[in-house]
């Protein structure tokens, strides 16, 4: 290998070649990869692109490259993944936090004023990313986190670090919660279609399916948290839900059904239907 390639800009510009196939973002990725096998940010790989790393290091940035051409998520080769401008740690057992769920952690915020310190719920919290982002904006709201998966409960925990207002319980949905009187229920459970072709792309089969699939055309979780949902809520909370681009209607349909008002479906970033808000008025 010429000195040229050994060196943090030639490494990076073999491995966004080799990254092409598996990635829309190679040259990102390459660098996120480096920078973490050298425990150092990216604006080092540009401030030092003709340093040469050790050999150690350049063999374990190849394994990692590899496992990454082998359709390994990002998030799992470097065990964090930022969400709400937290860095979370994340391992295989949780679903990789999505950009577009910080939707729903948006509109919780814009349901409550500032001063309001209200009980909150977040079912299936996986990471912990949804419970986080809420307890890191508004210390005084108090926030039960549950997920089925101790596994996911554990690496949620493991990511609250100094945040006091959260706890977890782990059990499946409901089930767990010691309190009936919430202001606000919020939940991005799973809901895929087992037969969804989208299942077979290599990142998400890396993804822990429990936290991605639901029986009945991907509804079936959905349709039992707004079924319960009424509970669990005190009048005039809100039930806010992460649900698939094509589901809006279904959901609104059952929310009317259950008599919940003020029912607004939210756009992601690619302008799907992503997320749907209603408030439940009835004792
Ligand atoms: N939005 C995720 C995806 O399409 C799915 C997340 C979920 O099932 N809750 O990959």
Known sequence: ?????????????????????????????????????????????????????????????????????????????????????????????????????????????????????INVADLGTGSGAIALALAHERPHWRITATDISTPALEVARSNAQMLENVQFLAGHWFVPLNTKRLHLIISNPPYIDSHDPHLQQPELRHEPQQALVSPAHGLKDIMHIIDNTPQHLLAGGFLILEHGFDQGSTVRKRLRDKGFSAISTHHDLAGHERATLARWDAE
């Open 1 to 117: 290998m010429p000195p040229s390639e050994k060196n943090i800009d030639g490494l990076l510009r073999e491995a966004t070649r080799h990254l092409q196939a598996a990635t829309d973002s190679p040259r990102l990725d390459a660098e996120l990869l480096l920078a973490y096998v050298l425990r150092r940010d990216r604006v080092y790989l540009y401030t030092y692109p003709e340093s040469l790393p050790p050999a150690d290091q350049r063999d374990c940035f190849h394994a990692l490259l590899q496992r990454r051409r082998q359709g390994e998520p990002l998030a799992y080769l470097t065990g964090f993944k930022e969400f709400w401008s937290l860095s979370l740690s994340i391992t295989p057992q949780v679903l990789i936090p999505r950009p577009e769920t910080e939707l729903l952690v948006e509109l919780a915020l814009a349901c409550f004023t500032q001063q309001q310190s």
